[in-house]
């Protein structure tokens, strides 16, 4: 008895219709992965919030917080003496935050996913910047909570609470816990305040950019005064587009808590103003004059283009806006 196998174009064909399976099949189950992938994920991140909670519950228990607490996660673990009793697997990174009035907030990423929530959220973010996943702010504090008096300011002008602050208004803030700074007013739109420190940072001088290409900012300047204000806790912290003299080559800068002043603001006031002489950077790029140079503010009172990698000369003076 002779016996009848598969013709080649019968196993192609089984091949073919193998395939075409596959290729339907392998994205759902894929689908289905990493849906459960972030599903899980976003269970941990609910976990590590109750965790935070119970932290609190417990320390209520035992007279309660002095401070906040921020826990943070690296390597999958704990660092650190504050850690959270939590069931399951970490996340890869993280920081999680609890308040002394009981808030809890966290950002968290498992190198594919970030997940934050801030103080005052009921609900997580599972869809945040996995490049920039970072505790969110807490409450933007306002210009009435941040005020005090020194012998710069020696008391309150009374625009914090209504009325419109006016430009050279003095105003001592409170940039962090402890620490006070002395600022003038330059402008108060929109229920914010605009204000610029009474001296350069550290009194250091800066150049205005080392990188070649001034089309890119006041880059070094920039880093410098972020640098040396990060610590500023209680401003909030903005993202800030920076442009030359003619509004062009927008450079946009994240997680800020203070900026340079622009070309323009400076040129409405500083003719009028005596206390924005010194010798610091504007943020903007001379583009009439020449790329290579940038709006310097001097010491005897007038603007002018100067050599933008030039370290020796200018400093950095703070902005910050604060709301009322």
């Known amino acids: 008895m002779k016996r009848k196998g598969f013709t080649l174009i019968e196993l192609l064909a089984v091949i073919v219709i193998l395939a075409i399976i596959a290729l339907i099949a392998v994205p759902v189950i894929m689908n289905i992965i990493s849906s459960a992938r972030e599903s899980a994920f976003e269970d941990t991140a609910y976990g590590l919030i109750s965790a935070g909670e119970m932290y609190y519950t ?27 009793e939590v069931k399951g697997a970490l996340p890869q990174t993280g920081k999680i935050k609890v308040t002394v009035d009981g808030k809890v907030a966290l950002a968290i990423s498992n190198g594919a996913m970030c997940i934050t929530k801030g103080y005052d959220d009921s609900k997580i973010d599972p869809e945040a910047d996995v490049d920039d996943c970072k505790l969110p702010s807490g409450t933007a504090k306002t210009l009435r909570e941040l005020v005090k008096t020194n012998d710069f300011a020696t008391s309150v002008d009374g625009c914090v609470i209504s009325g419109i602050c006016e430009v050279g208004t003095k105003f001592a803030i409170e940039v962090v816990p402890g620490t006070i700074k002395n600022f003038y007013v330059i402008n ?73 002043i622009t070309y323009v603001e400076i040129n409405d006031l500083i003719n009028s103003h005596s206390w924005l002489y010194g010798d610091y950077w504007t943020s903007s790029i001379s583009v009439d004059y020449d790329y290579s140079a940038a709006w310097g503010v001097f010491n005897e009172g007038f603007i002018e283009p100067f050599s933008a990698d030039a370290s020796d000369y200018f400093g950095v003076r703070p902005v910050i806006e604060i709301k009322k």
């Open 58 to 84: 417990r320390e209520l228990l035992n007279n309660g917080m002095t401070s906040d607490v921020e826990f943070t996660i690296e390597d999958g673990e704990f660092v650190g003496e504050n850690k959270l």
């Open 188 to 260: 108060d739109t929109n229920n914010t305040v605009t204000l610029i420190m009474d001296r350069n940072i550290d009194e250091e001088t800066v150049a205005w950019n080392t990188s070649g290409n001034n089309i890119d900012g006041p880059i070094t300047a920039l880093d410098y005064l972020e640098s040396k204000t990060s610590s500023w806790i209680n401003i909030e912290e903005k993202a800030y587009t920076i442009t030359d003299d003619k509004g062009e080559n927008a450079v946009l800068r994240k997680n800020a808590r203070t900026r340079m």
